[in-house]
Every structure is written in C-alpha cells, then in structure tokens.
C-alpha cells in the first residue's frame, strides 16, 4: 500500500482568505479547498461571498462579512473566525495619482486598506494565538511594490510598507513555525480592472513576454505557501510577473 502523503496539499488546514469575494481571493479560496483546506471566506459584499462559498468543493467552509477598514467589524471577524493554520490577506483597492496630486483622503484609504488592516489583523489573531503553530501567514503584495511607475505611487507604497513589515514579522513569529511570505504578482485581469478593461487588453497585455496572469496562477503560489513543502521559506516576496522587465 503506497502511504505517501503529497506535502503539496492542504487536507486539515483551516485557511481564513480575505477578499474572497473576487478576483485573486476568490480563485485562492477555490483552489485551496480543491487542495483540501477548509475555507473561512471574508469580505464585504454578502451575495458574491455566498457565490463563491456555493463554488467551493468539499464541506465544513464557511462566510463572514466583514468590512475589515472597521475595527468593530475586523474584530468581531477575529472572535468569530477561530483558530487557523494559515491566512491569505488579499482584500485590497488600487490607488493611483501622481504623488503631486494626492489628497489625505486617497493615502488613508490606500494605506488602511492595503498595510494597515492585513497588518492589525495579523496582529489581533497572533496575539490571541489564533494563528495555529506551523501555520503560514501569505500578503498579496505586487510588482507594483518593487517597481516605479508614473501615477503609482499611493498604490507601490502601500505594497512596499506591507513587504517591510513582512520581513521583520517573519522573524518574530519565526520560534513559533509560523513562515510570512509575500505574493508580488504582475497584473491580472480581475474586477480591479473593471475601469480600464481596455488598456489591459490593448496595451499591457502585449508587454508581459508569457502575457497577463490568471487569477488561478496567483492562487496556485499562494497554495505552495500555505503548504507544507514551503516549510522552511519565511520572509521571500515572490514575483509572478509574467517576465516583464522591471524598468
Ligand atoms: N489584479 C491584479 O492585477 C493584482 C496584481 C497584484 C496585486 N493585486 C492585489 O491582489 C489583491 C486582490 O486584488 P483583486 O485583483 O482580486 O481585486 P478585486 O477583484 O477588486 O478584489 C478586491 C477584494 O478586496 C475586498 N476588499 C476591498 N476593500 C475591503 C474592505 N475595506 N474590507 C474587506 N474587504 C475589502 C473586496 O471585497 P468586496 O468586493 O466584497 O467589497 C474584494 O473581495 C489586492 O490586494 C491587490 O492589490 C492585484
């Protein structure tokens, strides 16, 4: 009888996924309960967080509602939410404006959104110990964290702080196995996009020399650092980036 158990695979962690209600948080809800996990889902519209727990194989997940910019709102999401092996942060907004133009309000909104709640949501189940031993902490960063482009900056900044608080939070949870890595995909056509379809398509889809990625290529990484094969890779930011040059 072959025992052999694949260390690619998910069966018995529980897996909280932030943004599960679209693009890249819904595909890495998908493919990791095809993995085996059990699925918390989180994000703020209820009948597209219905949808996507209705598409889930297996059983045992489950939903909360939560709109994580509200601290009463996140931290109910902690008291309900248990004990997990590993958390996908990938609720995020874009946030473009040359930094000659940008207003208080659009930094706060990038900051808090994309640093500041991963960051305080991590920090209320860590001290509560809800994050399991062993467990695996994953940030959806971007290219846009190691890159410069005009009009990015609210946006590049807010990825960057999240890549510098992930390195040093790798070595504090470091003596409890918990591993902190960083996903920097390139862009993928998701509801982000929603806006500017065309441009992806006419424009910068031509200059990603293996073309735009799919939300299932980031879901697919994210399963690897979820996993038990990554068990000794903390504090990496991985690029998907499809080969685009960097300049
Ligand atoms: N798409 C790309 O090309 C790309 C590339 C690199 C990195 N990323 C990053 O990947 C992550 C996901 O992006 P996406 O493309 O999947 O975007 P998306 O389709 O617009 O999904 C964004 C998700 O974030 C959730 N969210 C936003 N604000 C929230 C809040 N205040 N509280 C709770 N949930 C909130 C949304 O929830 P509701 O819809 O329920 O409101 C939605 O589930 C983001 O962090 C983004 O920066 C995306």
Known sequence: ?????SPFQLQGKTILVTGASSGLGQAIAVECARAGATLVLTGRNLPRLQAVHASLSGCMHRYIVADLTDASQRNALVDEVGSVNGIVHSAGVDGVAPLRMVSDKLLQQVMGTNFHVPILLNQRMLYRKQILDSGSIV????IAALTGKVGVGPYSAS???LLGAMRCLALEVAKHGIRVNALCPGIVDTPLFDNHRAWLTDVVA???PLGLGRPEDVAYAAIYFLCDASRKVTGTSFSLDGGIPYT
């Open 1 to 5: 009888m072959n025992n052999f158990q």
């Open 139 to 142: 940030f959806v960063a971007s």
């Open 206 to 208: 031509k200059t990603y």
């Open 159 to 161: 990825k960057s702080a």
